[in-house]
């Protein structure tokens, strides 16, 4: 028998604790555990928790601030066997809601699948607002992440992420769990079981309505922070990297010629590309959410995407492998404290 612990680390985010922990109460599969780990909130969050304790097996403990990787080291080391064939550890954001058969359709999956970690998809739900379906969408388009955080058809090897994200015990602890990158620990744990013989697979069913940032700044900084990680990353598992990684710094590079192209040599046809570009993004958003405002909405979440995060990576990759600064001297906020 498979025993599933729902770990969730957190810092502050009440109110969308509280709407995870409601959908996590309504669960047609009740076998499982909750354990949540604060890290180190400015707010109480254990009324939050309280609310849930006779409708889920929830565990609460609160730690100093180290960062969400860390963190859910720490909610995994709470994790007992008791007996059980296998544990499953299950990683989801403190920003997620999932459906009532979440950790139903897991452990389907569990009964048929030889993986050693899995991961699923993430979605706008309908009752986001605008600004958060257009991210949603530009994080999960063809046209900009080429479908890979929600189609198992769109990759070989599928890196689950921590939104949404399960890992064999004995595997995550045979690893070591998560390392002490800040931004990107998701994909390094992935590539780190990979290294070690474990399998990575993506299940279908278990997509997660993943709330994200609510407006553009915020998500232009985490995206940056997204590409900054990826030489980080490169150098730590060089037998992974691909060049599809760069594409978005060479779509900010050929938008910054396409101006050259224009004032300089009085041509435009860069610039066109970039409108075609444009146009499809537009039109391929419209046919997904059915929504204009959306679909507008959506070439600027795009085009914030492909920008900040291929100049978050042109910068990373300049400093690492021309300044031959090591990671921890460029990014030192991209480290935990341990």
Not at 42 to 52: A, Y
Not at 155 to 164: D, E, I
Not at 228 to 250: G, M
Request: charge should be positive; proline fraction near 3%; aromatic fraction near 16%.
């Amino acid at each position: 028998m498979n025993k599933i612990s729902l770990i969730i680390a957190i810092y502050n985010r009440k109110d969308e604790l509280y709407e995870l922990l409601t959908s996590l109460s309504h669960q047609t599969d009740k076998d499982f555990e909750v354990i949540i780990v604060d890290d180190g909130s400015l707010i109480d969050l254990r009324p939050t928790v309280n609310l849930f304790s006779e409708s889920l097996d929830v565990k609460f403990f609160r730690k100093d601030n180290s960062g969400p990787g860390l963190s859910r080291n720490y909610g995994a080391r709470r994790v007992t066997s008791d007996g059980i064939n296998e544990n499953w550890l299950v990683f989801v954001d403190s920003d997620v809601i999932v459906e009532k058969d979440y950790i139903g359709n897991i452990r389907i999956k569990l009964l048929t699948s030889d993986c050693d970690a899995f991961g699923g998809a993430d979605k706008a739900h309908k009752g986001f607002n605008l600004m958060q379906k257009a991210i949603s969408y530009s994080m999960t388009s063809v046209f900009t992440t080429g479908g890979i955080r929600g189609n198992k058809k769109s990759v070989s090897k599928f890196q689950p992420r921590s939104f949404n994200m399960g890992v064999r015990k004995t595997a995550f602890e045979k690893v070591g769990g998560f390392s002490e990158m800040r931004i990107g620990e998701d994909p390094d744990l992935s590539m780190t079981l990979w290294e070690n013989g474990f399998k990575t697979e993506f299940f279908d069913n278990i997509a997660v309505y993943h709330k994200r940032r609510v407006d553009f700044g915020k998500f232009s900084k985490q995206v940056y922070q997204f590409g900054c990680a990826r030489p980080i990353l490169n150098q730590r598992h060089p037998d992974y990297v691909k060049i599809s990684f760069a594409f978005p710094t060479l779509f900010f590079l050929g938008y910054v010629l396409g101006f050259i192209e224009y004032f300089v040599l009085g041509k435009g046809f860069i610039l066109t590309m970039y409108g075609i570009y444009t146009f499809l993004v537009f039109f391929h958003a419209l046919y997904k959410t059915r929504n204009i405002s959306i679909a507008s909405m959506a070439i600027i979440s795009t085009y914030i995407q492909m920008f900040s995060y291929g100049y978050g990576f042109l910068k990373s990759w300049f400093m690492l492998n021309v300044l031959r600064m090591k990671p921890e001297e460029a990014f030192p906020g991209h480290f935990h404290t341990k």
